[in-house]
């Protein structure tokens, strides 16, 4: 069974930081592309950061150069280094795993962790 947690979100005020990890069980880690999305009240879910199985990264533009994505395949988890927080940043923050195999795309979703920056 494919279990994605996500953990480490919480309350901050604005200019902190925060690190959300994302751990994985059930998948082959390795060869997965992981992603962090996030979504505010009331609004579309966005893209937040994505690191793929090369561990290549690339970012939302409302998080770059503030936000760092980085995995530890050893250890099956994917984090997310939040810094200079802002109140726009308040949302649930999701991670993901997806693959390309054989020509079928599998896609599994964490439960979330809320992030809430103060003002």
């Known amino acids: 069974q494919v279990q994605l947690v996500e953990s480490g979100g919480g309350l901050v005020q604005a200019g902190g930081s925060l690190r959300p990890c994302c751990s994985a069980?059930?998948?082959?880690?390795?060869?997965?592309?992981i992603c962090w999305y996030r979504q505010a009240a009331g609004k579309q879910r966005e893209l937040v950061a994505v690191i793929s199985s090369g561990g290549g990264t690339n970012y939302g533009d409302s998080v770059k150069g503030r936000f760092t994505i980085s995995r530890d395949n050893a250890k099956n988890t994917v984090s997310l280094q939040m810094n200079s927080l802002k109140p726009e940043d308040t949302a649930d923050y999701y991670c993901t795993a997806s693959l390309v195999l054989l020509g079928r795309r599998s896609e599994y979703w964490g439960q979330g962790t809320q992030v809430t920056v103060s003002s």
């Open positions: 069980a059930g998948i082959i880690f390795s060869i997965n592309d």
